[in-house]
């Protein structure tokens, strides 16, 4: 990737000593398996703690359903 089409700010944020830095979090399992599990452009900043909008979702959806909440999603803006 060159960069950002007319956006340099965002292209020497992403383009660092030749690496693309795309913001993906994840982790690697025990059996070597990697799992994308959210951006870390997409963290909700609370305090001094980042809370990733994947825990939101999965909190509300594990507390909604009995309260009649048939499907959450978290999104903002930055």
Not at 10 to 21: F, N, R
Not at 29 to 54: A, H, P, Q, T
Request: no cysteine; net charge negative; hydrophobic share 30%.
């Amino acid at each position: 990737m060159k960069g950002y089409y007319k956006n340099p700010q965002a292209t020497s944020e992403a383009l660092k000593s030749g690496w693309l830095y795309t913001g993906d979090l994840g982790y690697l399992d025990g059996d070597g398996f990697l799992y994308f599990v959210d951006r870390k452009k997409d963290m909700v900043k609370r305090g001094d703690e980042n809370i990733s909008s994947e825990e939101v979702e999965r909190v509300l959806n594990s507390h909604g359903r009995s309260e009649g909440l048939h499907r959450a999603e978290a999104a903002g803006n930055a």
